[in-house]
Structure formats: structure tokens, C-alpha cells
């Protein structure tokens, strides 16, 4: 018998696949069967580990502003959801974190995507979570994968990391917060029902 959201998710912040992480398993996520914004990024990185909270630092800061909203609904509206590839930090490597485990999205990706029917817009980060999400964009350059998901329907939108690493991209690349930004904002408004609370 399938199993509903409510026991996938219990089942995932139970999960110990990978009791050989260096940290440990610690899987974070932020799902309800209510989720119309899906944001899907590759792991979570050794800050969001300790804190136990995705999203909650500067990248996070300046995500939430693309969204155009504020840290409370982003964490406590039920409609917002947070699904990385892995569920837990991988580790680091010479060049950054480590991938996410495969065995995490072959175990519980596609079980748990097929419960979030009401999702509406999915805001895709990451080669890993494209790679997945929007295949026809695997293995692009990230600035074309960006260019191409936001010609779309306005459904799945691939966005830059906005860690402030990624400063000089943004200011190589200004169409995307003068262009897409505002389309991916009014999405957000109209999925929440709400006007911008920035």
C-alpha cells in the first residue's frame, strides 16, 4: 500500500542510509501536503546541519527577497516546501560540499513528489536538482539553464545559487534579477494570495 506524505516524511527524518556522512544523517526538509511552492536546491550544507533550519543565512536572506517574502511565511506557510536532492549535509570536498548521495533521491524523490499534487511552481537550484527536475537542461552551462527554464510556462524556474558567492554572476548577468526575478515574484504573489511583504 503507497504511503501518504505525513509517513513519508516521518519515514525520511528517520532515515540512517548514510550513517556514513561525516556529520551524521540529519535529514532537513520543509514539506506539507498543502506545498504549491516547491524549492529544490542539492543539499544541505554544513550552517543549515547545525542549525537544523534550510535557508537560514545570507543565501537564504536574499532568496527570500527574490521571492519576495518574509522569513516568517517563508518557514511557517504551509504552501511554501523545501526538498533538496539530498536530505542531509554530504560533507566537503577540495571544490565545496560533496554531491548528495544518489541512494537519497532513488529511495525518496519520486514517492514523495507524486503526494505533492498541489505544487504550482518549483524553483529549481542546483545541476543536480536540474539534472532531475528539467532533464532536457542537463549538464548546461548554469546561465543558459537560468535563460532557458525562464522562457517556460512560469512553472519551473532554474535560479542561480544566492549565495553572495555568486555576486559577480548576478552582476554579469543583471536580466535576471531585472527579468525573471519580478515573473517569479508574481507567481509568489499570486499562488500566496497575498501582495509582496517586502
Not at 535529514?27 to 498543502?34: A, K, R, S
Not at 525518496?108 to 529549481?124: A, F, G, H, P, Y
Not at 546561465?143 to 548576478?170: C, I, K, Y
Request: hydrophobic share 40%; net charge positive.
Amino acid at each position: 500500500m503507497p504511503k501518504d506524505l505525513q509517513t513519508l516524511t516521518s519515514d525520511m527524518l528517520a532515515c540512517t542510509l548514510c550513517k556514513d556522512l561525516p556529520l551524521g544523517p540529519r535529514p532537513i526538509f520543509q514539506l506539507d501536503q498543502q506545498a504549491r511552492i516547491l524549492i529544490v536546491g542539492q543539499a544541505p550544507g554544513r550552517i543549515t546541519h547545525a542549525k537544523g533550519r534550510p535557508f537560514d543565512d545570507p543565501s537564504g536572506d536574499r532568496l527570500r527577497s527574490w521571492l519576495a517574502v518574509d522569513k516568517p511565511t517563508f518557514y511557517t506557510d504551509p504552501r511554501v516546501g523545501i526538498f533538496p536532492m539530498g536530505l542531509c549535509f554530504p560533507g566537503t570536498g577540495s571544490g565545496g560540499d560533496l554531491p548528495p548521495p544518489k541512494i537519497c533521491a532513488t529511495t525518496w524523490r519520486s514517492s514523495v513528489m507524486q503526494k505533492l499534487e498541489q505544487v504550482e511552481l518549483t524553483l529549481i537550484l542546483g545541476a543536480y536538482a536540474i539534472a532531475w527536475h528539467l532533464p532536457d537542461l542537463k549538464g548546461k552551462p548554469v546561465t543558459e539553464a537560468v535563460r532557458q527554464a525562464s522562457e517556460g510556462d512560469g512553472h519551473m524556474f532554474v535560479l542561480p545559487h544566492p549565495s553572495p558567492r555568486n555576486n559577480r554572476w548576478l552582476k554579469q548577468n543583471a536580466w535576471f534579477e531585472a527579468d525573471v526575478v519580478p515573473r517569479i515574484q508574481e507567481n509568489v504573489r499570486r499562488i500566496l494570495d497575498v501582495p509582496s511583504v517586502l
